[in-house]
Nanobody, 125 residues
Framework: QLQLVESGGGSVQPGGSLRLSCAASGFTLGNYAIGWFRQAPGKEREAVSCISSRDGSTYYTESVKGRFAISRDNAENTGYLQMNSLKPEDTGIYYC??????????????????WGQGTQVTVSS
C-alpha cells in the first residue's frame, strides 16, 4: 500500500521550532520530488517548500525563506521540513506530497501523485 505519513506537528509559541517528518511506505521516495503544503482555515492549500529528486534543488515560498529548511533522507525513505522562528501566520495543516517529476519540484497541488493525511501546526502565544 502506497502511503505517506506526516508527524511532528504541534503547538508552539511564536519564535519556536518544529520539525515535520514525512515517511513513505510502499514506494521509493527517493525517486520522487517531495512537496510540503499548508492549508489555513478558510484558505486554499499553498506550497511551502519542495525538493527535487534528481539534484536536490529546492523551492521556498517567500514568507518562509530563511526560516524553513527542507531535506530528505533517501536511505530512511523520509522527507523533513525544519521550521524555525515560527510565526502565527504559519498556523495550518501541513501536508507532504510526492510527485513523479524528476528534474524539478512543482509548486502546484496538481504536480503531486501521493499525499499524506496532514499534521496540525499551531503557532500561538
Amino acid at each position: 500500500q502506497l502511503q505517506l505519513v506526516e508527524s511532528g506537528g504541534g503547538s508552539v509559541q511564536p519564535g519556536g521550532s518544529l520539525r515535520l517528518s514525512c515517511a513513505a511506505s510502499g514506494f521509493t521516495l527517493g525517486n520522487y520530488a517531495i512537496g510540503w503544503f499548508r492549508q489555513a482555515p478558510g484558505k486554499e492549500r499553498e506550497a511551502v517548500s519542495c525538493i527535487s529528486s534528481r539534484d536536490g534543488s529546492t523551492y521556498y515560498t517567500e514568507s518562509v525563506k530563511g526560516r524553513f529548511a527542507i531535506s530528505r533522507d533517501n536511505a530512511e525513505n523520509t522527507g523533513y521540513l525544519q521550521m524555525n522562528s515560527l510565526k502565527p501566520e504559519d498556523t495550518g495543516i501541513y501536508y507532504c506530497a510526492a510527485g513523479s517529476a524528476q528534474y524539478f519540484c512543482s509548486q502546484f497541488v496538481t504536480g503531486y501523485d501521493y499525499w499524506g493525511q496532514g499534521t496540525q501546526v499551531t503557532v500561538s502565544s
